[in-house]
């Protein structure tokens, strides 16, 4: 039995991925830090084959929890997992996502001196070759350098490289459950945390590897899903008559269009390019199939007393 509380919950939410949530807990069982230090707990989003064979497999080298919901969505997901986490700090990550062996040691020693803070590391992109996942990853880089410019004033971080406080985290109510994919959930969180007043901290040296394999067709319907959420943040954002609906300036999607150019080398930095001018054109249409579902079903009065999908 424990005799002291974890330092670190590790949070995994996971969907049908067995293989690369094999991988994750391979890294986490060879992480540089106390094993009696930090624990982990995995949440099976309702998976068609459950994810318990894996979660024992570790059993003996871990100290991991298994937890199962039907499938609910990653908001879901990871507040459950907080809601039965022991450890002082909650460290999220996703279940295609290998930590470096000094991602726990690099985090404590943040909290060390920053104990109040929401501290998001860097990750990196495993599928170099892949053309999609690097358009898909240069994104987020380019939202990185945008959003966190300055490391001690960071306003943007993705859910599967996020720490903060277990209290904290509950005290601003977790993820918001009106998403139900993978899509805005972490922009809305960080959202929420800056209006309470509290402080991001970009913390480069806290890495992690990303191994999301994507096709045209994959990546194509996460940039869609990313539209539809942007609508739902958005929405979400309008009661408190912040910004409601307000682009980001012309230079922001200049810039994003230049990103690529200045840091791919060869002509492999033109695919990329229009890759992401694809994917901005189709989160575009995300966001407005969102907006437009949501004036039908205000207007509708059978389709808005469902649920929201």
């Known amino acids: 039995m424990r005799d002291e509380q974890p330092f670190f919950s590790i949070i995994i939410?996971?969907?049908?991925?067995?293989?690369?949530?094999t991988h994750?807990?391979?890294?986490?069982?060879?992480?540089?830090?106390p094993p009696n230090r930090f624990e982990v707990v995995v949440v099976d989003d309702g998976s068609v084959g459950p994810a318990e064979t894996v979660v024992s497999s570790f059993s003996n080298r871990l100290d991991i929890t298994l937890i199962t919901q039907p499938h609910s969505g990653p908001a879901i997901a990871r507040n459950k997992g907080a809601a039965h986490a022991k450890g002082?700090?909650?460290?999220f990550t996703d279940d295609d996502c290998t930590p470096a062996p000094e991602w726990l040691k690099s985090l404590a020693l943040r909290f060390n001196g920053t104990p109040d803070a929401m501290i998001g590391g860097r990750t990196l992109n495993v599928f170099l070759q892949n053309l999609y996942s690097a358009a898909s990853h240069f994104l987020i880089e380019y939202l990185y350098s945008y959003y966190n410019v300055n490391s001690d004033q960071a306003r943007f971080f993705t859910s599967n490289n996020l720490s903060l406080a277990a209290g904290r985290f509950h005290s601003i109510g977790g993820f918001n459950t009106l998403f139900p994919d993978a899509a805005a959930e972490d922009r809305e969180f960080c959202d929420r945390w800056l209006r309470?007043?509290?402080?991001?901290?970009?913390a480069p040296e806290v890495l992690i590897y990303h191994a999301h394999r994507l096709t045209l067709h994959?990546?194509?319907?996460?940039?869609?899903?990313y539209g539809r959420g942007a609508f739902r943040f958005h929405q979400l954002r309008a009661p408190r008559r912040i910004n409601d609906f307000r682009l980001e300036p012309l230079s922001f999607y200049v810039n994003m269009l230049r990103y690529p150019l200045a840091e791919i080398p060869g002509a492999k930095k033109y695919l990329i390019l229009a890759l992401i001018v694809l994917s901005q054109k189709t989160n575009a249409a995300g966001f407005?199939?969102?907006?437009?579902?949501?004036?039908?079903?205000?207007?509708?009065?059978?389709?808005?007393?469902?649920h929201y999908d």
Not at 88 to 91: D, E, G, R, V, Y
Request: hydrophobic share 40%; glycine share 4%.
């Open 13 to 21: 939410p996971t969907f049908n991925r067995p293989l690369q949530l």
């Open 24 to 33: 994750c807990l391979q890294s986490l069982a060879r992480v540089n830090y």
């Open 88 to 91: 002082k700090f909650l460290a």
């Open 196 to 202: 309470h007043g509290f402080r991001m901290i970009y």
């Open 218 to 225: 994959s990546l194509c319907r996460q940039q869609f899903n």
């Open 288 to 306: 407005l199939w969102e907006m437009v579902r949501q004036i039908i079903r205000k207007n509708n009065p059978i389709l808005s007393s469902g």
